[in-house]
Nanobody, 123 residues
Framework: QVHLVESGGGLVQPGDSLKLSCAAS????????MGWFRQAPGTEREFVAG???????TYFADSVKGRFSISRDYANMVYLEMDSLKPEDTAVYYC?????????????????WGQGTQVTVSS
């Protein structure tokens, strides 16, 4: 498994932007696909965005398509850039690693998870 640490969450107003970061501790992370998930109170954890092992393929949930972007670099970091934030984006955001290297929206494919970072969108 890969140790992951998220950062960058906070309180913002509707329409604002925020950039989340996820740092991986192991070089084996380079062969993993990465995903961002979120969980709001009283709801199940849901897929938000994913990127395959070499960054060539990305995929987004319909609810964030066109507003969020995902990227990764070779300094063991993956990012989630969020624009035009809405109150319904409020949740704890988690990054996760899938050792298959192939992009997936399925939670069960991810075997490493960060502790989460809170994003609150409110006026």
């Amino acid at each position: 498994q890969v140790h992951l640490v998220e950062s960058g969450g906070g309180l913002v107003q509707p329409g604002d932007s925020l950039k989340l970061s996820c740092a991986a501790s192991e070089r084996t992370w380079l062969t993993h696909a990465m995903g961002w998930f979120r969980q709001a109170p009283g709801t199940e954890r849901e897929f938000v965005a994913g990127i395959d092992w070499n960054g060539g393929t990305t995929y987004f949930a319909d609810s964030v398509k066109g507003r969020f972007s995902i990227s990764r670099d070779y300094a063991n970091m993956v990012y989630l850039e969020m624009d035009s934030l809405k109150p319904e984006d409020t949740a704890v955001y988690y990054c996760a690693a899938d050792p298959s290297g192939q992009l997936s929206t399925e939670i069960r494919r991810y075997d490493s998870w960060g502790q989460g970072t809170q994003v609150t969108v409110s006026s």
